[in-house]
C-alpha cells in the first residue's frame, strides 16, 4: 500500500514539474554559442574527454554550418596509452544584427517620444509615468 502511495506521488510532482515547465517563461536565446565534445575509450575501459564552447555576445549569431572535428589520437591502442590532442570547433562567420534597433516597438517608440520632448521637463515626466503604467506594470520590462 505504501508503495503504491509513494509510486503515485512521484508520478504526479513529476505531472506538476513538467506542467510548471510549460507555463514557464520561454528562454531568451540571447547569447550564440557553439559546442563541441570528444570522448575516447580506451581498451582497459578507462576514457578520455575533451570539449569546447565558443560563445558571442548578445546580437551576434554565427552564420553558417557547425563543423566539429578532432585530431586524430595519438599513442598504440594495444598499449592503452591513446591521447585526444586537439578539438577543432568551426561554427562559420560571426554576424550581428543592429544594436539600435530595439525589438520591443514600444520602447522603441517610447525612445523617440523622449528624444522630441528633450528640453520639456514636463513632456518627459509625462511620459515616463506613461511608460511605468498603473503600479509600475508597463510596457518597459
Known amino acids: 500500500m505504501k508503495i503504491s502511495a509513494i509510486v503515485k506521488g512521484s508520478i504526479c510532482l513529476l505531472g506538476l514539474v513538467s506542467v510548471g515547465n510549460i507555463l514557464a517563461a520561454p528562454a531568451n536565446a540571447g547569447q550564440a554559442s557553439a ?8 581498451a582497459s575501459g578507462a576514457s578520455i574527454s575533451i570539449s569546447g564552447e565558443l560563445t558571442l555576445p ?18 598504440t591502442p594495444a598499449a592503452d596509452d591513446e591521447v585526444l590532442s586537439g578539438l577543432h ?38 511620459i515616463i509615468r506613461a511608460g511605468a503604467g498603473a503600479n509600475g506594470l508597463g510596457g518597459l520590462e
Not at 559546442?35 to 580506451?42: I, S
Not at 548578445?58 to 599513442?75: H, K, Q, R, S
Not at 562559420?92 to 522603441?108: C, D, W
Open 35 to 42: 559546442r563541441g565534445a570528444a570522448t575516447l575509450v580506451r
Open 58 to 75: 548578445n546580437n551576434a549569431y554565427f552564420e553558417g554550418p557547425l563543423d566539429v572535428t578532432i585530431d586524430a589520437p595519438t599513442g
Open 89 to 126: 570547433i568551426t561554427p562559420g562567420t560571426v554576424e550581428s544584427t543592429n544594436l539600435a534597433t530595439s525589438s520591443n516597438p514600444f520602447v522603441q517608440a517610447a525612445a523617440d517620444a523622449l528624444t522630441a520632448a528633450a528640453g520639456d521637463v514636463g513632456a518627459t515626466a509625462a
